[in-house]
């Protein structure tokens, strides 16, 4: 049972998560978004499925509330519509529009050299290695 090494490797998780968040918000306001708009914005950019408000709630771990409200402001600023869901009409499918389409556009490859500049200090392999690691604990 290594206890204390649990607690050392608790500690930087939990250190780098928070130091790693604050960054990467500063880095999504600094382009007039919020992080919960940009999250959104970006898994509906970079997956081709269609997803439901609760599927977007799931995957980014944003209470059903909080999701809903989130979703209603983008679809003020005409980023996001929702589409039927063919077989339950009480749900439906959240879609970039066109304007979502071009603001993401706008955000995502400085974003992208943002987040690479941050990992810069790890090869390709040790992020691999990284990235198994860290989906065995979550």
Known sequence: MSTK????L???????????????IKNVESHGMTIDN???????????????????????????????????RLMNLDYIEKTPYPTDKRASYVNLTTAGKNAIRKIIPEHVKFISSKMEEINEEEKQLLINLLNKLG
Do not use: C, W
Not at 39 to 67: A, V
């Open 5 to 8: 090494r649990d607690l050392v």
């Open 38 to 72: 940009f999250r959104i914005l970006e898994l509906l950019y970079s997956e081709t499925e269609n997803h439901t408000i609760q599927m977007l709630s799931e995957k980014l771990q944003i209470p059903s509330g909080s999701i809903t409200y989130v979703v209603n």
């Open 10 to 24: 608790y500690r930087a998780l939990f250190n780098l998560s928070n130091t790693f968040l604050k960054i990467v």
